[in-house]
């Protein structure tokens, strides 16, 4: 599967944005799907991740109540909703698949992950 980050831009802090991670070669409901970050200097780091099903999700505690994950299956793609950006939000945003038959269970390890989209740049401005 290929997979395809889009939807970053500059935005105030306050603001919302909203990510999509489409795929393609393959159906995204085959995989759980996870956003992860990476800010200048930093590692990697886990926002968030959405069960095969879509009944299931979790995210990181610098995230809870901000953000939210949702799949529409029939287009393919996953996405990350971000509302009251802070600047501690801005990083390079990565999306990123788990080939998994487990169509409950979600993944917050970085190396539990098969497949990986490139990012999309996320700037908050304060």
């Known amino acids: 599967v290929q997979l395809q980050a889009s939807g970053g831009g500059l935005v105030q802090a306050g603001g919302s944005l909203r990510l999509s991670c489409a795929a393609s070669?393959?159906?995204?409901?085959?995989?759980?799907t996870g956003w992860f970050r990476q800010a200048p200097g930093k590692e990697r780091e886990f926002v968030a991740v959405?069960?095969?099903?879509?009944?299931?999700?979790y995210f990181a505690d610098s995230v809870k109540g901000r953000f939210t994950i949702s799949r529409d299956n029939a287009k393919n793609t996953v996405y990350l909703q971000m509302n009251s950006l802070k600047s501690e939000d801005t990083a390079v945003y990565h999306c990123?698949?788990?080939?998994?038959?487990?169509?409950?269970?979600?993944?917050?390890?970085?190396?539990?992950?098969?497949?990986w989209g490139q990012g999309t740049l996320v700037t908050v401005s304060s």
């Open positions: 990123a698949a788990k080939d998994t038959s487990n169509r409950a269970r979600y993944y917050y390890r970085r190396d539990e992950y098969d497949y």
């Open positions: 070669g393959r159906t995204i409901s085959s995989y759980a």
């Open positions: 959405i069960s095969r099903s879509g009944g299931n999700a």
